[in-house]
């Protein structure tokens, strides 16, 4: 395998754990609730603006605007839980979908009007420079939000899985009646998993924010990687979504360089209309 091939997996990995990062949240909830967000795009919308906004402000940089877009989106995503998500849950799943794609509008729209509709970039030397390692040149800001990425995400695979507070969940997610016979609280667990895939979103949005750009409607772009990355993973598994993830970067990375940056995503599609035509459930998910 040459050098630049390898170049262009690493690249794609680290790629990949930032999909698997802001994808976590989406499954999360859907793991949760069986409530699709379509406004998910748009919470990393406002986390990649609340970079933008420390930067300009303050010069603050990944150290600063991450755990402020963290606490700013778990807010969000635990204000739209009580104000909207848990009046809409009683209706049929048509509500859900109209009720998460107006907060999407509004929240897209707040930003157009708030920040404008030009571009915003952060400065290319924010994270640190580049540097070459073993043959392969590594981009300082991509490394940050892939390494975050991937430790995030099995963080969040931890906690729920291996914690008390995990185990909660699941039973809520099971059956929320049983829950809240043993004293589990469902709409405080609910009320979590926003938060918490708030704070995921949030981090991811601030990361990928130092080498992309930023606008208001770039959650579009974002959500439909997001949604691809959790059918590919399996709708509930933290753990699918990060493989999926790491499995869209290389292809997407690989596909722009041995077909061509135009053909990426149609690749990808591809990819995933075949898994889900031999497996619907996704890869890790519950059949």
Same mark, same amino acid.
């Given at each position: 395998?040459?050098?630049?091939?390898?170049?262009?997996?690493?690249?794609?990995?680290?790629?990949?754990?930032?999909?698997?990062?802001?994808?976590?949240?989406?499954?999360?909830?859907?793991?949760?609730?069986?409530?699709?967000?379509?406004?998910?795009?748009?919470?990393?919308?406002?986390?990649?603006?609340?970079?933008?906004?420390?930067?300009?402000?303050?010069?603050?940089?990944?150290?600063?605007?991450?755990?402020?877009?963290?606490?700013?989106?778990?807010?969000?995503?635990?204000?739209?839980?009580?104000?909207?998500?848990?009046?809409?849950?009683?209706?049929?799943?048509?509500?859900?979908?109209?009720?998460?794609?107006?907060?999407?509008?509004?929240?897209?729209?707040?930003?157009?009007?708030?920040?404008?509709?030009?571009?915003?970039?952060?400065?290319?030397?924010?994270?640190?420079?580049?540097?070459?390692?073993?043959?392969?040149?590594?981009?300082?800001?991509?490394?940050?939000? &892939?390494?975050?990425?991937?430790?995030?995400?099995?963080?969040?695979?931890?906690?729920?899985?291996?914690?008390?507070?995990?185990?909660?969940?699941?039973?809520?997610?099971?059956?929320?009646?049983?829950?809240?016979?043993?004293?589990?609280?469902?709409?405080?667990?609910?009320?979590?998993?926003?938060?918490?895939?708030?704070?995921?979103?949030?981090?991811?949005?601030?990361?990928?924010?130092?080498?992309?750009?930023?606008?208001?409607?770039?959650?579009?772009?974002?959500?439909?990687?997001?949604?691809?990355?959790?059918?590919?993973?399996?709708?509930?598994?933290?753990? &699918?979504?990060?493989?999926?993830?790491?499995?869209?970067?290389?292809?997407?990375?690989?596909?722009?360089?041995?077909?061509?940056?135009?053909?990426?995503?149609?690749?990808?599609?591809?990819?995933?209309?075949?898994?889900?035509?031999?497996?619907?459930? &996704?890869?890790?998910?519950?059949?």
């Amino acid at each position: 395998m040459s050098m630049t091939l390898v170049q262009v997996v690493v690249s794609g990995l680290l790629l990949g754990a930032v999909y698997a990062l802001f994808s976590s949240g989406l499954t999360l909830i859907w793991g949760m609730m069986n409530v699709v967000n379509f406004a998910h795009g748009d919470f990393v919308m406002l986390g990649m603006y609340t970079a933008v906004m420390i930067w300009t402000a303050l010069g603050g940089g990944p150290w600063a605007s991450v755990p402020a877009a963290a606490m700013l989106i778990a807010t969000l995503g635990i204000a739209s839980y009580f104000l909207l998500v848990r009046h809409i849950m009683r209706g049929p799943m048509l509500a859900q979908i109209l009720g998460t794609f107006g907060l999407a509008l509004f929240l897209r729209y707040g930003a157009l009007w708030t920040f404008g509709a030009n571009f915003k970039t952060l400065p290319d030397d924010l994270v640190g420079h580049s540097f070459i390692l073993a043959g392969i040149r590594f981009e300082g800001a991509r490394v940050l939000a &892939g390494v975050v990425g991937l430790v995030v995400t099995l963080l969040l695979h931890l906690l729920l899985t291996r914690t008390a507070i995990g185990s909660r969940m699941l039973a809520v997610s099971e059956d929320a009646t049983a829950a809240q016979l043993m004293g589990i609280r469902p709409q405080r667990m609910q009320a979590l998993a926003w938060g918490m895939a708030g704070a995921a979103t949030g981090i991811a949005g601030a990361l990928i924010a130092t080498f992309f750009y930023t606008s208001p409607t770039v959650g579009e772009t974002l959500a439909i990687v997001a949604f691809v990355t959790v059918s590919f993973g399996g709708f509930g598994s933290v753990l &699918g979504a990060l493989v999926a993830g790491l499995v869209i970067g290389v292809v997407e990375s690989l596909s722009a360089y041995l077909i061509g940056p135009v053909y990426k995503d149609v690749i990808v599609y591809i990819l995933f209309v075949l898994v889900l035509w031999f497996r619907p459930q &996704g890869l890790m998910g519950k059949a």
